[in-house]
């Protein structure tokens, strides 16, 4: 029976990872990169402090460079990332990047992860083809040809994807457009001929984007697994990332909900403070349960991935289905506790709303999860 | 193997020999619960004999020291015990305010003879208590209690009104919360005394609710005697033993977010109403209604299971009772209108003994008290406000 508290290193590196956000990337950085339209959309010196604390790697194995903290670790670290919005390639490169290798690549591809843990090699994911996520609905095509295969699709909201070194995409190889087998991973070079990767902006300042593939020419070294049966691990892989975004769901959302209790604590109205009218009081007691629940859920889906449990899938899920329903109630109101304050530019929380709704939908929302926890659960 | 092991082994093979079958099945109705006391009725010798055998080896209070007739066993061992009790779906042997809410504060408040004279007659079961804290003036606001307890030198004459107070026409002996200075700030002259329901001046009058039972009373004292060395804990230091016992009292009420051994989940007692299609419930708002609920019972389930582990290693914040408390009879309420809703209107057959539902409407409405026993979820909401989120 293992206790649902983090061990004494697993703390550690929580509060190691506190203190880089809060210093080094606070919400004001990611205002910055919004506003100057950054190129790169990250700030490589924060990066680098990053990786030289180790962060990049904390999901590899050491004999690849990594630290291999696991997935508890890994939560932590992005907990704490969703508290002051940082942006970094840290999900897309050192979650989902390092994974998809660690579940489904041979020798040779596993030597990327090395690039990954020293933050030189930058990976994304390209799944998604619609605007709502169906991981399993690929119409992105890759026939045989030669040695090798020919790529064609379009592939949208890509995290990360116009900065990554190598891209990873699903294409089908057999089957129909609904089909769960008949999906194989490539790992494709952005700058191969045919490849396009058009950054688009959202609500969040952060970076996404599409990515097209016309008569894309690759080698079979580039099928990442079996082909044909990609989806086993790449339903694992999505059941890690959706686990990581819940963490950095409650990390956002923590940190939203104490600048709005702060704010109640401050913000003075018909001669007292607006925290001592019980109206509120409740809708913030009622947001702390929330929270608090939610933060279980979060560490139990950790600990079942790490322990390889047969209810991590479902564990996961239930945590992003949670986590984007508390999110979405702790963002709406913390906008609405700070009154005409909440919808100005100039105060941050209004950020935390618009980082959220992206990460809801990342890897599907409360619907697509609690859709599938009724799945597992038989009904 | 382990220490734990062997424990689960040799738990596994006693409750198996000692188990008696016709306990081995969830409560078809609340009548099935075994109370105990002086006038029980026991419904078998089934019922009677699983009682015997569990209080034999202190198992109606597994976490209480043996010295008054408790099981003894570390956190780990109960839960293993739990978990063979549900393997088997063998029934809880004893429902007890004893075990739940008086005996816990005795423990840790009580002196040495008060130990000694009421626990292990709650272990066995022999004793049943209620618990005398409202009054029709003193509810949520429970510190503004106005039963008064006049010092006679050796004991006390109490007299005044209780409400609300569950099972007080079956009960043997009553814990209530008397004013015994009335000159101080209000929650400092409070005391928690003990008496037995046979005492002159004690009575009670059912109080029927919206499900039709009538499963509390209103109790009047009327010139009570209550022995001084009744009074748990200090006198005028009762206010602190009563909060205690309310955070025990919490968490028994807020565990009905979780669903009981052996009995059915509520996606199975969904199915039951509904039906599969192509393996999906085959009402689909339902279904989301009920899956909504699966995974906030989940968070539920486990943050309770956190508090426990926290509080173990000494982390985490106190006064979660409130919350679990809050969360778990929401969340009762919800399974129950969900309930409700899946068997239709096949699902509120009032009487008879043959409804797809069973007693679902009585259950149903029992359910909403939830909310309000034990303190309601308005002041649960005030108490995380004030005490954790430090809004005033
Ligand atoms: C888009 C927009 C357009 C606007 N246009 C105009 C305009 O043209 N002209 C103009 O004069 N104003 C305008 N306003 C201002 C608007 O009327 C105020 O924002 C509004 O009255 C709330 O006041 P506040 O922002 O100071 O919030 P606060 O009063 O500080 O409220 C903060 C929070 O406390 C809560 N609260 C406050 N008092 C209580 C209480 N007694 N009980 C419970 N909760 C309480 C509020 O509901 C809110 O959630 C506009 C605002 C917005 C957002
Ligand atoms: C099934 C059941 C069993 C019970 N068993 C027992 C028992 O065995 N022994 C016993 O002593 N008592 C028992 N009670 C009584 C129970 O403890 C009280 O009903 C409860 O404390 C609420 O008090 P009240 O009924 O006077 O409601 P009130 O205090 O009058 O509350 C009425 C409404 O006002 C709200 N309210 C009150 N104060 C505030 C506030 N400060 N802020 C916001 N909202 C507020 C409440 O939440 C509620 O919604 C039982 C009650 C029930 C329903």
């Known amino acids: 029976m293992q206790k649902l508290v983090l061990t004494e290193e697993q703390q550690m590196l929580k509060d190691a990872a506190r203190g880089l956000f809060s210093e080094q990337a606070p919400v004001s950085q990611l205002r910055k990169l919004r506003d100057e339209k950054d190129a790169l959309g990250y700030v490589p010196e924060f990066w680098n402090q990053a990786v030289e604390l180790g962060l990049a790697g904390t999901l590899i194995p050491e004999s690849h460079g990594g630290s291999e903290f696991g997935h508890v670790g890994m939560g932590q670290v992005m907990e704490e990332g969703g508290r002051t919005l940082a942006a970094s390639p840290l999900?897309?490169?050192?979650?989902?990047?390092?994974?998809?290798?660690?579940?489904?690549?041979?020798?040779?591809?596993?030597?990327?992860?090395?690039?990954?843990?020293?933050?030189?090699?930058?990976?994304?994911?390209?799944?998604?083809?619609?605007?709502?996520?169906?991981?399993?609905?690929?119409?992105?095509?890759?026939?045989?040809?030669?040695?090798?295969?020919?790529?064609?699709?379009?592939?949208?909201?890509?995290?990360?994807?116009?900065?990554?070194?190598?891209?990873?995409?699903?294409?089908?190889?057999?089957?129909?457009?609904?089909?769960?087998?008949?999906?194989?991973?490539?790992?494709?070079?952005?700058?191969?001929?045919?490849?396009?990767?058009?950054?688009?902006?959202?609500?969040?300042?952060?970076?996404?984007?599409?990515?097209?593939?016309?008569?894309?020419?690759?080698?079979?070294?580039?099928?990442?697994?079996?082909?044909?049966?990609?989806?086993?691990?790449?339903?694992?892989?999505?059941?890690?990332?959706?686990?990581?975004?819940?963490?950095?769901?409650?990390?956002?959302?923590?940190?939203?909900?104490?600048?709005?209790?702060?704010?109640?604590?401050?913000?003075?109205?018909?001669?007292?403070?607006?925290?001592?009218?019980?109206?509120?009081?409740?809708?913030?007691?009622?947001?702390?349960?929330?929270?608090?629940?939610?933060?279980?859920?979060?560490?139990?889906?950790?600990?079942a991935l790490d322990a390889n449990d047969d209810q991590a899938s479902m564990l996961a899920s239930?945590?992003?289905?949670?986590?984007?329903?508390?999110?979405?109630?702790?963002?709406?109101?913390?906008?609405?506790?700070?009154?005409?304050?909440?919808?100005?530019?100039?105060?941050?929380?209004g950020l935390f709303m618009k980082r959220a709704r992206p990460v809801q939908l990342m890897l599907g929302d409360f619907r697509y999860h609690a859709d599938r926890v009724a799945s597992f659960k038989g009904f | 193997m382990t220490d734990l092991e062997t424990f689960r082994q040799e738990t596994r093979a006693w409750l198996e020999e000692n188990c008696p079958q016709s306990m081995r099945s969830p409560f078809k109705s609340d009548k099935d619960a075994c109370w105990g006391g002086r006038n029980f009725q026991f419904q078998s010798d089934d019922q009677r004999l699983w009682l015997e055998r569990m209080a034999e080896k202190g198992w109606t209070a597994p976490d209480w020291p043996t010295e008054y007739g408790g099981g003894g066993l570390s956190r780990d061992e109960h839960k293993v015990l739990l978990e063979e009790m549900s393997r088997i779906q063998a029934r809880p042997p004893l429902n007890s305010?004893?075990?739940?809410?008086?005996?816990?504060?005795?423990?840790?408040?009580?002196?040495?003879?008060?130990?000694?004279?009421?626990?292990?007659?709650?272990?066995?079961?022999?004793?049943?208590w209620c618990q005398g804290y409202s009054?029709?003036?003193?509810?949520?606001?429970?510190?503004?209690?106005?039963?008064?307890?006049?010092?006679?030198?050796?004991?006390?004459?109490?007299?005044?009104?209780?409400?609300?107070?569950?099972?007080?026409?079956?009960?043997?002996?009553?814990?209530?919360?008397?004013?015994?200075?009335?000159?101080?700030?209000?929650?400092?002259?409070?005391?928690?005394?003990?008496?037995?329901?046979?005492?002159?001046?004690?009575?009670?009058?059912?109080?029927?609710?919206?499900?039709?039972?009538?499963?509390?009373?209103?109790?009047?004292?009327?010139?009570?005697?209550?022995?001084?060395?009744?009074?748990?804990?200090?006198?005028?230091?009762?206010?602190?033993?009563?909060?205690?016992?309310?955070t025990h009292e919490r968490s028994m009420i807020g565990n009905m977010g979780s669903t009981a051994a052996g009995q059915k989940t509520l996606a199975e007692l969904a199915v039951d109403g509904v039906g599969l299609e192509d393996g999906k419930l085959a009402d689909p708002m339902l279904r989301t209604e009920v899956a909504s609920w699966v995974i906030d019972s989940i968070g539920y389930e486990l943050t309770a299971e956190r508090a426990r582990d926290e509080a173990k290693s000494g982390q985490g914040v106190g006064n979660v009772s409130a919350m679990l408390k809050y969360a778990g009879t929401e969340l009762n309420k919800r399974r129950y209108e969900l309930l409700v809703a899946a068997y239709g209107s096949e699902g509120l057959l009032w009487e008879g003994d043959d409804r797809p539902a069973g007693a679902l409407p009585q259950q149903w409405l029992r359910t909403k008290g939830n909310s309000i026993e034990g303190g309601t979820t308005e002041v649960q909401l005030n108490i995380i406000a004030k005490n954790i989120l430090g809004l005033g």
């Open chain 1, 91 to 303: 999900f897309a490169s050192g979650v989902l990047g390092a994974c998809a290798l660690m579940l489904a690549g041979n020798d040779s591809q596993k030597d990327i992860l090395k690039g990954i843990a020293d933050g030189s090699h930058l990976v994304a994911l390209a799944i998604d083809e619609a605007g709502r996520h169906q991981p399993f609905r690929v119409a992105t095509k890759a026939e045989v040809q030669g040695e090798g295969f020919v790529l064609n699709g379009r592939k949208t909201f890509v995290v990360d994807g116009h900065i990554a070194n190598t891209l990873i995409v699903s294409a089908r190889t057999s089957g129909g457009e609904r089909d769960e087998s008949g999906i194989t991973l490539f790992l494709v070079d952005p700058k191969a001929e045919g490849v396009s990767v058009e950054r688009t902006t959202f609500p969040d300042g952060r970076n996404y984007a599409k990515v097209t593939l016309e008569n894309v020419a690759v080698s079979a070294d580039a099928v990442l697994g079996n082909k044909d049966q990609a989806a086993s691990p790449l339903q694992k892989l999505l059941d890690i990332g959706s686990a990581h975004l819940a963490a950095e769901l409650l990390g956002l959302s923590s940190e939203a909900f104490d600048r709005a209790v702060a704010y109640m604590k401050e913000r003075k109205q018909f001669g007292v403070y607006i925290s001592s009218f019980q109206a509120l009081q409740h809708r913030a007691a009622h947001m702390w349960s929330e929270l608090e629940q939610l933060k279980s859920m979060v560490l139990k889906a950790f600990m």
């Open chain 1, 318 to 349: 239930a945590a992003k289905a949670k986590a984007s329903q508390v999110a979405e109630l702790v963002t709406n109101e913390g906008v609405q506790l700070h009154g005409g304050m909440g919808m100005t530019d100039e105060f941050d929380i």
């Open chain 2, 97 to 128: 305010f004893g075990i739940w809410m008086i005996g816990p504060a005795i423990l840790k408040f009580g002196s040495e003879a008060l130990k000694q004279q009421h626990l292990p007659p709650i272990v066995r079961g022999e004793i049943r």
């Open chain 2, 135 to 246: 009054e029709p003036g003193a509810g949520s606001d429970l510190a503004g209690l106005q039963t008064k307890a006049e010092d006679k030198g050796d004991h006390f004459i109490v007299n005044g009104q209780k409400i609300w107070t569950s099972y007080a026409d079956k009960a043997d002996w009553m814990f209530a919360l008397v004013r015994t200075n009335p000159d101080v700030k209000k929650q400092e002259g409070i005391s928690l005394v003990l008496f037995d329901m046979e005492t002159p001046g004690v009575s009670t009058r059912p109080i029927k609710l919206i499900s039709g039972e009538s499963p509390f009373c209103e109790t009047f004292l009327d010139n009570v005697r209550v022995e001084k060395d009744q009074v748990v804990g200090d006198v005028d230091k009762g206010w602190t033993i009563a909060k205690y016992l309310l």
